[in-house]
């Protein structure tokens, strides 16, 4: 089993900065993916950005060169800088795992924090 929590979110102004922590907690030697997906007012999950175990990152086109996802070696934490914030970023943004033990794939996610962009 594993165990995540986001902290981080908030109220910012645009073109301000955020910086989002997911704690995993648990199992966390079997974790071989993690990332940060995001839901917007009204619409459908997104991906943000992932990193996999071989750290190999992803991001949506959306948030290139002003997000930036990084783990500690231990891979117990998680965490998305966020800069230059549009109003557009406004969102739920969850943490997502997935463990990998023999042939079994599980997903784990956060309760998710809120981020607001606005003047």
């Known amino acids: 089993q594993l165990q995540l929590e986001e902290s981080g979110g908030g109220l910012v102004q645009p073109g301000g900065s955020l910086k989002l922590t997911c704690a995993a907690s648990?199992?966390?030697?079997?974790?071989?993916?993690m990332g940060w997906y995001r839901r917007p007012p009204g619409e459908q999950l997104q991906l943000v950005a992932d990193i996999t175990s071989a750290e190999i990152t992803n991001y949506a086109d959306s948030v290139k060169g002003r997000f930036t996802i990084s783990r500690d070696n231990a891979k117990t934490m998680l965490f998305l800088q966020m800069s230059g914030l549009k109003p557009d970023d406004t969102a739920v943004y969850y943490c997502?795992?997935?463990?990998?033990?023999?042939?079994?794939?599980?997903?784990?996610w956060g309760q998710g924090t809120q981020v607001t962009v606005s003047s």
């Open positions: 648990g199992n966390t030697g079997s974790i071989i993916y």
């Open positions: 997502k795992t997935t463990t990998k033990v023999a042939t079994t794939l599980r997903h784990y």
